[in-house]
């Protein structure tokens, strides 16, 4: 991403950035989840998770975040943005909701069917991100 002038201003997303306390449990949270994790080299502080495409999920310690931001102030109330996966098998939600919550992740939202159409749930990541997990409704 240089910083070429570009006479198209449209803005493309390429991903979410985020800060996290313990890079390991986030690493093992992410994997848990089922992304494809890459591993962390040693003494590493960034991973960037592609999470389909150009997209990528990217994780960085609070000491590389804090580097380059001196602003940098670590979240004080639950974030109002969510995360979104979304899982094509029929019990998909209902079994990874289950296996997080039993591996110790807080269970945000226990699973329901949505009014959106789709079986819906929600987990907090080990620092406080809501990700959202969405998955087809059951057999009627």
């Known amino acids: 991403m240089g910083a070429e002038a570009s006479s198209d201003p449209q803005a493309v997303f390429v991903g979410m950035h985020l800060t996290v306390e313990d890079m390991d449990a986030s690493l093992a949270f992410y994997r848990r989840l089922g992304l494809s994790v890459p591993d962390l080299e040693p003494g590493g502080t960034h991973v960037e ?5 150009v997209i990528f999920v990217s994780l960085s310690t609070v000491e590389l975040t804090v580097s380059y931001d001196p602003g940098y102030r670590p979240r ?20 990874l909701y289950a296996d997080m919550t039993a591996a110790g992740y807080h269970g945000h939202l226990a699973p329901f069917d949505a009014f959106w159409g789709n079986r819906y749930a929600e987990i907090d990541d080990p620092d406080g991100n809501v990700v959202g997990i969405h998955g087809p409704l059951g057999p009627a």
């Open 49 to 53: 998770i592609n999470v389909g495409g």
């Open 76 to 95: 004080n109330l639950p974030p109002g943005s969510v995360m979104q996966f979304h899982f094509a098998g029929v019990g998909g939600v209902d079994r």
